[in-house]
Every structure is written in C-alpha cells, then in structure tokens.
C-alpha cells in the first residue's frame, strides 16, 4: 500500500507558477512510476504528466508541453510538478498517483493503482 498526500495548490493570477508536492509513504517510492492528473469542474479527470521509476522518462499532455516539469526525488519520496505560465484553463483539482514501475511512462489512469487526496489550483485571469 502506498499513500500519497498532494501539496502547494491554490489561487494564484494568470502567468504565475506553482509547484506542486506529493509525498509518499508505505512501499518503497523507487519501485512505483508516477503521475499527476488533473480533473476541472464539470470534466472529467485527465493526464497531465507522468515519470517513471528512475526518472529517466517522462511525458506530459500536449497543453502542458514547455510549461509543465515533472520530477522525483527518491531520496525524499517525492515526486514534483513545477507549472509554469498558468492560464485560467488549468483551473482544476490536481491529483498525484502511483503504479507499477517500469522504464516506459503509462499515461492511462488504469495504470495507477495509488492516488492522493488532491489539490485545487485556481488561476484568475
């Protein structure tokens, strides 16, 4: 069992960045691949950015591409999200989550077996 606790959400305006935390505890970080999604009011929750075990690959969704930085520390059982230029489209509640590892990056949320509470992020125009 992994339990994951997201932080650093919150209101912040147009441009600015926000970096994001999830911390882990339970089974060893370093076996699980890890994801951010994110689910805005009225839609449903999609990918947003994923790592894997070493952090040697990543991925990200095409709107977050050149704005969004996912990264881990396994040292610290944590894996970031640096966002950057925000827009008001990225107004949503953020989610962390972990699954089997592996040196590919699985972007489908079947493959996450482990999920955070969530964080809400607003961003005013």
């Known amino acids: 069992q992994v339990q994951l606790v997201e932080s650093g959400g919150g209101l912040v305006q147009a441009g600015d960045s926000l970096r994001l935390s999830c911390a882990a505890s339970?089974?060893?970080?370093?076996?699980?691949?890890l994801a951010w999604f994110r689910q805005a009011p009225g839609k449903e929750r999609e990918f947003v950015a994923a790592?894997?075990?070493?952090?040697?690959?990543?991925r990200y969704a095409d709107s977050m591409k050149g704005r969004f930085t996912i990264s881990r520390d396994n040292a610290k059982n944590t894996v970031y999200l640096q966002m950057n230029s925000l827009k008001p489209e990225d107004t949503a509640v953020y989610y962390c989550?972990?699954?089997?590892?592996?040196?590919?990056?699985?972007?489908?949320?079947?493959?996450?077996?482990?999920w955070g509470q969530g964080t809400q992020v607003t961003v005013s125009s």
């Open positions: 790592i894997n075990w070493s952090g040697s690959s990543t």
């Open positions: 339970g089974r060893t970080f370093s076996n699980y691949n």
């Open positions: 989550a972990a699954g089997a590892g592996g040196r590919l990056v699985i972007i489908s949320q079947s493959a996450y077996n482990y």
